[in-house]
């Protein structure tokens, strides 16, 4: 079974997403520029990371292709409607063998992607990252993308440094999507993830995985469960509404919020982070279960 592996989150200004994030108590890496016209900031866990990007340089970003995916250029198209979380990321142990199995579910018709890039230590060392990435969309979905990524120097990319944040943040729970029909989607999601959906009711559907899971909710379902937090808009079909970050206990989570003046509401077991405060992207602040 995959688990996340990363959320890619856009933001127009690099510099005041990364500033919002380290606000709300999270260690954020260094800067790394992409060889693709992109740059990011991660905040990673020991498994996962949220992966804050923004353009660099529009002159070298690829277009798409008929079996190639652009990266750069979703990710451009994206903001050109606004900030937010425009791509879900699996993990991968054979990014050949799963856009293989993509395209034999008829999810992808595009080549698998490699690419390099330098990364920055905790000591300051710069050594080279490598991955390999396959990608599925679903034309229905103009504002979601998704993909698998398998890590080529895995050794250099997770350090225990960077995954201790003051707000007490261990890594990612359920990924909130939204849908008019959530069962339409379903056959899509499961090919994606290789799991089974759990159908807790028509309008709210969950595929579990090795670490955290996707959650679909009709506009209905997300006003009943989130009343505090508007609904994105579905013109565009369906899209990624929101996340969660499990944390070791809710006080270390508000007394970060509180110090980095950021504002939230307290929900029953969570604290939410309304999407106007998180560049377009709800967030949800749970305490881990042993």
Not at 141 to 169: L, T
Request: net charge negative; charged share 20%; proline share 6%.
């Amino acid at each position: 079974m995959k688990g996340i592996d990363h959320l890619v989150l856009c933001a127009d200004d690099l510099d005041m997403a990364t500033a919002r994030y380290k606000s709300m108590g999270f260690t954020v890496m260094p800067r790394a520029v992409h060889p693709f016209g992109t740059m990011n900031n991660l905040v990673q866990f020991d498994g996962s990371f949220l992966e804050l990007v923004a353009l660099n340089d529009r002159s070298i970003i690829p277009e798409h292709g008929e079996r190639f995916f652009s990266f750069a250029a979703f990710n451009r198209d994206y903001l050109e409607e606004g900030e937010g979380f425009s791509m879900l990321v699996l993990d991968s142990d054979d990014a050949r063998a799963d856009q293989q199995r993509f395209t034999e579910t008829g999810i992808s018709r595009f080549d698998p992607f490699d690419f390099k890039r330098l990364a920055t230590l905790p000591d300051g060392e710069q050594v080279t990252v490598g991955f390999s990435l396959a990608f599925a969309t679903h034309q229905a979905m103009e504002r979601a993308a998704f993909f698998v990524c398998q890590q080529q120097a895995p050794q250099h990319f997770w350090k225990r440094d960077y995954q201790i944040h003051s707000n007490g943040a261990l890594g990612l729970g359920d990924v909130l999507m939204l849908s008019d029909e959530p069962q339409r989607y379903a056959p899509f999601m499961s090919a994606f993830t290789g799991v089974e959906p759990q159908v807790t009711a028509p309008d709210d559907i969950c595929f579990p995985l090795q670490r955290g899971g996707v959650r679909m909710l009709t506009p209905e379902a997300w006003d009943v469960h989130f009343p505090a937090a508007f609904a994105p808009d579905l013109a565009r079909g369906p899209c990624f509404a929101g996340y969660t970050v499990l944390v070791r206990d809710l006080a270390q989570a508000t007394e970060s919020l509180d110090d980095g003046h950021i504002a939230y509401l307290r929900d029953g077991e969570h604290l939410i982070v309304a999407p106007d405060d998180a560049f377009n992207t709800m967030i949800l602040f749970q305490a881990r279960r042993p």
